[in-house]
Nanobody, 118 residues
Framework: QVQLVESGGGLVQAGGSLRLSCAAS????????LGWFRQAPGKDREFVASINWSGNKVYADSVKGRFTISRDNVKNTVYLQMNSLKPEDTAVYSCAARQVGVPEYSQWGQGTQVTVSS
């Protein structure tokens, strides 16, 4: 198993940028696909982006071209660089991990708040 701790959230104006970090502990970091999800008030949690050990990335259509996911396999950390932020990006962002070959994310961080003001 891995334990996940997010950081980097905050308040930013529309058009600004933030970088979220998710530090993972555990010796099997390489066997997990890591993802970012978000949940806005009154809405369901939605997928944002994910990345595997070799760097294969998947993005939600709503963030393509604005967000970039990356991972540092030495530091056991995954990042989400968010540019051109919009008020509709306001949400609690959570990092998650799922083992390769397993369809569901089983490990979750506590989440970090991102607020984009107009």
């Amino acid at each position: 198993q891995v334990q996940l701790v997010e950081s980097g959230g905050g308040l930013v104006q529309a058009g600004g940028s933030l970088r979220l970090s998710c530090a993972a502990s555990g010796r099997t970091f390489s066997s997990y696909r890591l993802g970012w999800f978000r949940q806005a008030p009154g809405k369901d949690r939605e997928f944002v982006a994910s990345i595997n050990w070799s760097g294969n990335k998947v993005y939600a259509d709503s963030v393509k071209g604005r967000f970039t996911i990356s991972r540092d396999n030495v530091k056991n950390t995954v990042y989400l660089q968010m540019n051109s932020l919009k008020p509709e990006d306001t949400a609690v962002y959570s990092c998650a991990a799922r083992q390769v070959g397993v369809p569901e994310y089983s490990q979750w961080g506590q989440g970090t708040q991102v607020t984009v003001s107009s």
